[in-house]
């Protein structure tokens, strides 16, 4: 099994600031992983797949990057509806998630 | 537009079973995989398993988790995917999300809203 850790667990920034959420895997996953933003009470939303290819629909604001076992999601000018859980995925091997970073409004 | 619903949560006893359902609409559903996730109060979004379509011989995969107890199957006639879970613990706690993966890339593009499971005495 394939196990995906985020860091930092919880980002503290203000509106217009930008974000850099960390995502490492314990093995390889090549470039098969993707990122997804999660509000309270609703669905998660796939922002980001295969490292760096946005989603229909998602801001270009939003980008990723990373290989092999470190990838990145940056939000280059965090705006109000942005403040959530991002989680990132692998589906190189049998699919798993991160445990989540919460991006809160400092 | 893809979208799903669940449905078939509730509050079930320990060691009951619950079956799940998740219903599509506006794709035609058959030709492509769908998926459970699941995400227990306050923690994060655990994959349970799938099952990929038909023309790809209606495989299904489970995570190491809980196989044994869940089964995945689907009714394309009827656009219906289903979970089935057995000896409920209370673990099992969880609210419970179909995705679709219309592309076959192995993401989840499309979520229902979720059903919740409740499993307590």
């Known amino acids: 099994e394939i196990v995906l850790t985020q860091s930092p667990a919880t980002l503290s920034l203000s509106p217009g600031e930008r974000a850099t959420l960390s995502c490492r895997a314990s093995?390889?996953?090549?470039?098969?992983l993707a990122w997804y933003q999660q509000k309270p009470g609703q669905a998660p939303r796939l922002l980001i797949y295969d490292a760096s290819n946005r989603a229909t629909g998602i801001p270009p604001r939003f980008s990723g990057s990373g290989s092999g076992t470190d990838f990145t999601l940056t939000i280059s000018s965090l705006e109000p509806e942005d403040f959530a859980v991002y989680y990132c995925?692998?589906?190189?091997?049998?699919?798993?998630f991160g445990q989540g970073t919460k991006v809160e409004i400092k | 537009e893809v979208q799903l619903v669940e449905s078939g949560g509730g509050l079930v006893q320990p060691g009951r079973s619950l079956r799940l359902s998740c219903t599509a609409s506006g794709v035609t559903f058959g030709d492509f995989p769908m998926s459970w996730v699941r995400q227990a109060p306050g923690k994060g979004l655990e994959w349970v398993g799938f099952i990929s379509s038909y023309a790809h011989g209606g495989t299904t995969e489970y995570a190491a988790s809980v196989k044994g107890r869940v089964s995945i199957s689907r009714d394309d006639s009827k656009s219906i995917a289903y979970l089935q879970v057995s000896s409920l613990k209370a673990e099992d706690t969880a609210v419970y999300y179909c995705?679709?993966?219309?592309?076959?890339?192995?993401?989840?593009?499309?979520w229902g809203q979720g059903t919740l499971v409740t499993v307590s005495s």
């Open positions: 995925q692998q589906r190189s091997n049998w699919p798993s």
């Open positions: 995705t679709s993966d219309e592309e076959g890339s192995g993401y989840y593009m499309t």
């Open positions: 093995q390889s996953v090549s470039g098969y």
